[in-house]
């Protein structure tokens, strides 16, 4: 308290202390007890009162211990059992958890993982049944819930991942780690099929290349049999060897598309040579064949990296073909489902001739070499009125664009596309998928549409480089796949004449075991606008076992989605049905029995050696336990910190000090009342 409130203070008692005297004792002569009492509850009453106005900040010190976190994280995948170190992982976290010293010192945190991450509460949340490993996931979460502090991590795992980024960078290189092996770290004779590389989709009558990694386990030479087979058929098959300096082969072959719809093969690695685990021995894989191509015409008459990007974007759907090509240079028009016409001039004169017999859906895209008089002329769903001024525009994502499922990839944050300055003008009903913003100020322009005029689709991008959003997506996401598929479900609604549908529903042919299997479903009013209070429901049946489940369909962004994890591998048929109008949509998907969890015959020990080189850790077994626990008592960099915590209160916020008023007033009146003092 500063010196002013200590005066207040005591001219508080001074005050208080006249009062009272005044009232019992001024020109009084009786000074019985009975007046001492009434003066010192007067006194009381008053000098509380003045505290209150006053109400000085009292301050309180007090002291914690705050203990240096241990982070001990306990794989919980399925491949802990199949390493048969389930019981041995149990016990390992046990002896950490309880041991009385390191609890004396750190403040213990427990978790689990696989494809999640969550906290330990009690031995029953260890079951191993996980059907995935994550373990950069472990990095991400211990980093957030521990900022800015120096801490140990134990990670008890079998250092086998099948999901995520790379662990071994993941982790924060000023916190160490002590990675405690569990498992059976004896190396044994192993044939694996590591990964397969193919295309989902294959033509009808072509030939279609599939790359298999296989890899081998082992200290000794030893021959194996390749093969590729359909059911009982074998396809392709051929001899490989291994060595303890050949560890690896990548087998390239070329497979027949001769049948069309979903094909399934089963890619098998085989040897006379006795192994303890053969389940990763083959692995399944899917094509899809089908009878007919996308073919798309990039129409040009300038160089730009937008060509090339859109090109790339479109073709990763294996079932779309790409054709750059001049204006003039174009010889018949009918053989294309869809043409791009990038930044038309007058060159672009006889195409639109040609394509308003043809009526092929067309994506017009904009930009500063357009010639925009030219295209109010050849168009009618847009009237433009350009400067010759350059300008930025950047997009805003509409979330009400219901013309077909698409999520919003990060568009408010892509770079900004370059188009004339100018007004633009709908003379049709359009869909604005992308609005435009100079700056923070949105215009009232669009500057990605879609229209659907009496089945004759098209599309407008007012604006050039967007090989730059392609870049962006990458460097956001790590990935092309974001952007690719915005491309790609653009070129679909404009491959397809098909009239609006009430019910649209997106899934997969098939799924891999273990893979997470979304279905997300669209229903449309008779307005063809997105009905958010749909009911849908899924009814899936099994169609061997005719086992049936139904589940509801979730809202969630601009579609309805149902996850179905947990269904067995086998065939399903499925039918998606929206209650209040009874549309429905039929159609089936495969699960291929695939356990990712199954493939390991060992703990991958040189990772986790090279994750605790990384953080400047030090790896263990399971039988060294002993030894991590003394060297984590011996780290004197892991002290305790006492921490000073000031609480400061005003004084108005004692409830006991209003109380103590109170009953001093009422009990000074009772006491006069009593005695007819009053």
């Given at each position: 308290?500063?010196?002013?409130?200590?005066?207040?203070?005591?001219?508080?008692?001074?005050?208080?202390?006249?009062?009272?005297?005044?009232?019992?004792?001024?020109?009084?002569?009786?000074?019985?007890?009975?007046?001492?009492?009434?003066?010192?509850?007067?006194?009381?009453?008053?000098?509380?009162?003045?505290?209150?106005?006053?109400?000085?900040?009292?301050?309180?010190?007090?002291?914690?211990?705050?203990?240096?976190?241990?982070?001990?994280?306990?794989?919980?995948?399925?491949?802990?059992?199949?390493?048969?170190?389930?019981?041995?992982?149990?016990?390992?976290?046990?002896?950490?958890?309880?041991?009385?010293?390191?609890?004396?010192?750190?403040?213990?945190?427990?978790?689990?993982?696989?494809?999640?991450?969550?906290?330990?509460?009690?031995?029953?949340?260890?079951?191993?049944?996980?059907?995935?490993?994550?373990?950069?996931?472990?990095?991400?979460?211990?980093?957030?819930?521990?900022?800015?502090?120096?801490?140990?991590?134990?990670?008890?795992?079998?250092?086998?991942?099948?999901?995520?980024?790379?662990?071994?960078?993941?982790?924060?290189?000023n916190n160490k780690v002590y990675p405690l092996i569990v498992g059976d770290t004896?190396?044994?004779?192993?044939?694996?099929?590591?990964?397969?590389?193919?295309?989902?989709?294959?033509?009808?009558?072509?030939?279609?290349?599939?790359?298999?990694?296989?890899?081998?386990?082992?200290?000794?030479?030893?021959?194996?049999?390749?093969?590729?087979?359909?059911?009982?058929?074998?396809?392709?098959?051929?001899?490989?060897?291994?060595?303890?300096?050949?560890?690896?082969?990548?087998?390239?072959?070329?497979?027949?598309?001769?049948?069309?719809?979903?094909?399934?093969?089963?890619?098998?690695?085989?040897?006379?040579?006795?192994?303890?685990?053969?389940?990763?021995?083959?692995?399944?894989?899917?094509?899809?064949?089908?009878?007919?191509?996308?073919?798309?015409?990039?129409?040009?008459?300038?160089?730009?990296?937008?060509?090339?990007?859109?090109?790339?974007?479109?073709?990763?759907?294996?079932?779309?073909?790409?054709?750059?090509?001049?204006?003039?240079?174009?010889?018949e028009l009918n053989t294309y489902n869809v043409l791009i016409l990038y930044q038309?001039?007058?060159?672009?004169?006889?195409?639109?001739?040609?394509?308003?017999?043809?009526?092929?859906?067309?994506?017009?895209?904009?930009?500063?070499?357009?010639?925009?008089?030219?295209?109010?002329?050849?168009?009618?769903?847009?009237?433009?009125?350009?400067?010759?001024?350059?300008?930025?525009?950047?997009?805003?994502?509409?979330?009400?664009?219901?013309?077909?499922?698409?999520?919003?990839?990060?568009?408010?944050?892509?770079?900004?596309?370059?188009?004339?300055?100018?007004?633009?003008?709908?003379?049709?009903?359009?869909?604005?998928?992308?609005?435009?913003?100079?700056?923070?100020?949105?215009?009232?322009?669009?500057?990605?549409?879609?229209?659907?005029?009496?089945?004759?689709?098209?599309?407008?991008?007012?604006?050039?480089?967007?090989?730059?959003?392609?870049?962006?997506?990458?460097?956001?996401?790590?990935?092309?796949?974001?952007?690719?598929?915005?491309?790609?479900?653009?070129?679909?609604?404009?491959?397809?004449?098909?009239?609006?549908?009430?019910l649209i529903v997106n899934h997969e042919r098939f799924y891999n075991s273990g893979?997470?299997?979304?279905?997300?479903?669209?229903?449309?009013?008779?307005?063809?606008?997105?009905?958010?209070?749909?009911?849908?429901?899924?009814?899936?049946?099994?169609?061997?076992?005719?086992?049936?489940?139904?589940?509801?369909?979730?809202?969630?962004?601009?579609?309805?989605?149902?996850?179905?994890?947990?269904?067995?591998?086998?065939?399903?048929?499925?039918?998606?049905?929206?209650?209040?109008?009874?549309?429905?949509?039929?159609?089936?998907?495969?699960?291929?029995?695939?356990?990712?969890?199954?493939?390991?015959?060992?703990?991958?020990?040189?990772?986790?050696?090279?994750?605790?080189?990384?953080?400047?850790?030090?790896?263990?077994?399971?039988?060294?336990?002993?030894?991590?626990?003394?060297?984590?008592?011996?780290?004197?960099?892991?002290?305790?910190?006492?921490?000073?915590?000031?609480?400061?209160?005003?004084?108005?916020?004692?409830?006991?000090?209003?109380?103590?008023?109170?009953?001093?007033?009422?009990?000074?009146?009772?006491?006069?009342?009593?005695?007819?003092?009053?």
């Amino acid at each position: 308290m500063n010196k002013i409130t200590i005066l207040l203070i005591i001219l508080s008692l001074a005050i208080a202390a006249g009062v009272s005297y005044f009232q019992y004792f001024y020109k009084s002569k009786n000074k019985s007890k009975l007046n001492i009492g009434l003066a010192l509850l007067r006194f009381l009453a008053i000098f509380g009162l003045l505290i209150l106005l006053i109400n000085p900040i009292v301050s309180r010190k007090t002291f914690e211990i705050v203990k240096t976190p241990l982070v001990l994280a306990v794989d919980n995948s399925n491949s802990i059992i199949d390493l048969k170190a389930d019981t041995n992982s149990k016990e390992v976290f046990e002896k950490l958890s309880v041991n009385t010293d390191l609890a004396a010192k750190f403040d213990i945190q427990s978790y689990r993982f696989d494809s999640d991450f969550q906290p330990i509460l009690s031995k029953e949340d260890l079951d191993f049944k996980g059907k995935q490993t994550n373990i950069g996931e472990v990095a991400k979460n211990i980093r957030s819930s521990n900022k800015n502090l120096s801490f140990p991590t134990v990670l008890i795992s079998d250092g086998n991942q099948t999901s995520g980024e790379d662990y071994v960078f993941g982790f924060d290189a000023n916190n160490k780690v002590y990675p405690l092996i569990v498992g059976d770290t004896t190396t044994y004779l192993d044939l694996k099929v590591n990964q397969i590389n193919v295309n989902k989709y294959a033509f009808h009558k072509n030939k279609y290349p599939a790359e298999v990694f296989l890899q081998y386990a082992g200290t000794k030479t030893t021959n194996a049999t390749f093969s590729i087979s359909q059911g009982k058929n074998v396809i392709t098959k051929q001899n490989v060897s291994f060595s303890p300096f050949k560890k690896a082969q990548i087998v390239s072959v070329l497979l027949p598309a001769d049948k069309v719809g979903l094909q399934i093969y089963t890619a098998s690695l085989s040897s006379s040579e006795v192994e303890k685990n053969k389940y990763n021995n083959s692995k399944k894989f899917v094509v899809e064949v089908i009878d007919q191509k996308t073919e798309i015409a990039l129409v040009s008459s300038i160089n730009h990296p937008d060509l090339g990007a859109l090109k790339r974007s479109i073709e990763t759907n294996a079932s779309r073909k790409v054709t750059i090509v001049k204006p003039k240079e174009i010889n018949e028009l009918n053989t294309y489902n869809v043409l791009i016409l990038y930044q038309p001039n007058a060159e672009f004169k006889s195409i639109f001739d040609t394509n308003e017999k043809l009526r092929i859906n067309t994506w017009i895209i904009t930009g500063n070499s357009t010639d925009f008089n030219f295209l109010n002329q050849e168009q009618s769903a847009f009237s433009f009125r350009m400067s010759g001024q350059k300008e930025d525009y950047l997009s805003e994502y509409q979330s009400d664009f219901n013309l077909f499922a698409l999520d919003n990839i990060g568009f408010d944050n892509f770079p900004p596309l370059e188009n004339p300055f100018g007004k633009i003008t709908a003379n049709e009903n359009v869909t604005i998928l992308l609005a435009s913003r100079i700056r923070n100020v949105p215009t009232e322009a669009p500057l990605l549409v879609f229209a659907d005029n009496q089945g004759l689709r098209s599309a407008y991008l007012l604006g050039e480089n967007s090989w730059k959003w392609r870049a962006q997506s990458y460097r956001d996401n790590q990935t092309y796949e974001n952007y690719d598929v915005f491309i790609d479900k653009t070129i679909q609604f404009l491959a397809s004449n098909d009239s609006k549908k009430s019910l649209i529903v997106n899934h997969e042919r098939f799924y891999n075991s273990g893979d997470p299997i979304e279905i997300t479903a669209q229903y449309f009013n008779k307005n063809y606008e997105l009905d958010e209070k749909a009911r849908l429901t899924i009814t899936v049946t099994n169609n061997k076992t005719k086992q049936i489940k139904k589940y509801d369909l979730l809202r969630a962004s601009n579609a309805f989605k149902v996850n179905l994890d947990g269904l067995a591998a086998g065939n399903y048929s499925f039918a998606v049905k929206e209650l209040n109008s009874n549309a429905s949509y039929s159609n089936g998907f495969e699960i291929l029995d695939f356990d990712i969890e199954k493939q390991f015959v060992n703990p991958d020990v040189i990772k986790l050696q090279q994750l605790a080189s990384q953080t400047n850790g030090k790896a263990f077994v399971s039988n060294q336990v002993d030894a991590l626990i003394k060297i984590l008592l011996d780290n004197q960099d892991y002290k305790a910190i006492e921490k000073a915590i000031v609480k400061k209160t005003p004084i108005i916020d004692w409830i006991w000090l209003l109380v103590l008023i109170a009953l001093a007033l009422a009990c000074e009146w009772f006491i006069r009342k009593y005695n007819g003092m009053l």
